[in-house]
């Protein structure tokens, strides 16, 4: 059985320019309970559109951590759990700057965060 989760907050850090490789940092909050959930990834905007896109092949390595509460055990995901990451490089994660469609989706198998 999976669990989703809906975010209300992320922050990412921007690490270096966007012609080479990055390293972004994110954390979200505000669960009940007092889960929160922290993260890193390495990308490249390889089409210089200034949209980090993981379906584009841009993401070259993700890690997250949920620690959870008394109703969610804690866990973590790597890059083979990402199944979808969307990110403008001068916002956050799912702001929605561009209008198009941003977020962060991990899975695996047994538990799923979707933050959008």
Not at 21 to 33: E, I, K, Q, R, W
Not at 64 to 91: I, P, Q, R
Request: charged share 15%; net charge negative.
């Amino acid at each position: 059985m999976k669990t989703k989760i809906a975010a209300f907050a992320a922050s990412c850090a921007l690490a270096l320019g966007s012609a080479q490789a990055m390293t972004f940092s994110f954390s979200v909050g505000g669960f009940d309970g007092g889960g929160s959930i922290t993260g890193t990834f390495e990308a490249t905007d390889l089409d210089m559109d200034g949209q980090i896109v993981s379906f584009s092949g841009e993401v070259t390595a993700f890690e997250a951590s949920l620690v959870g509460n008394s109703n969610v055990a804690d866990t973590t995901w790597e890059f083979a759990d990402l199944f979808g990451l969307v990110y403008d490089l001068d916002g956050t994660i799912g702001d929605g700057i561009t209008g198009g469609i941003e977020g962060l989706g991990v899975d695996d198998g047994t538990f799923e965060f979707v933050h959008g």
